[in-house]
Nanobody
Framework: QVQLVESGGGLVQAGGSLRLSCAAS????????MGWYRQAPGKQRELVASISGGTKTNYADAVKGRFTVSGDSAKNTVYLQMNSLRPEDTGVYYC????????????????WGQGTQVTVAS
């Protein structure tokens, strides 16, 4: 089965940095794109950043210039470097892999990680 495992969340003071990692495991043949979403209490889940084709990136306006998404296609891993963190960045950060083609299960589908908590104290 395909699984996404996130790591790197935690508690940080405003202005600090964190680096999130997400590794996809399983009989994966191809991943179309990987990215990060976040969900703050009482709010909908929103896109933070994504990467496809190894170089094409997309960012939410709120994080441009502060966050950097990168990937290692050989390891099926995506990273999110978060700098200049603000209290409004607090939330559960979810990794997502789009258009994952695998042998087990056979086919192509999207996957979510279990989420990692990021808390930014003011």
């Amino acid at each position: 089965q395909v699984q996404l495992v996130e790591s790197g969340g935690g508690l940080v003071q405003a202005g600090g940095s964190l680096r999130l990692s997400c590794a996809a495991s399983g009989t994966i043949l191809r991943i179309g794109a990987m990215g990060w979403y976040r969900q703050a209490p009482g709010k909908q889940r929103e896109l933070v950043a994504s990467i496809s084709g190894g170089t094409k990136t997309n960012y939410a306006d709120a994080v441009k210039g502060r966050f950097t998404v990168s990937g290692d296609s050989a390891k099926n891993t995506v990273y999110l470097q978060m700098n200049s963190l603000r209290p409004e960045d607090t939330g559960v950060y979810y990794c997502r892999a789009d258009r994952v083609t695998s042998l087990r299960p056979a086919g192509t589908q999207d996957y979510w990680g279990q989420g990692t908590q990021v808390t930014v104290a003011s």
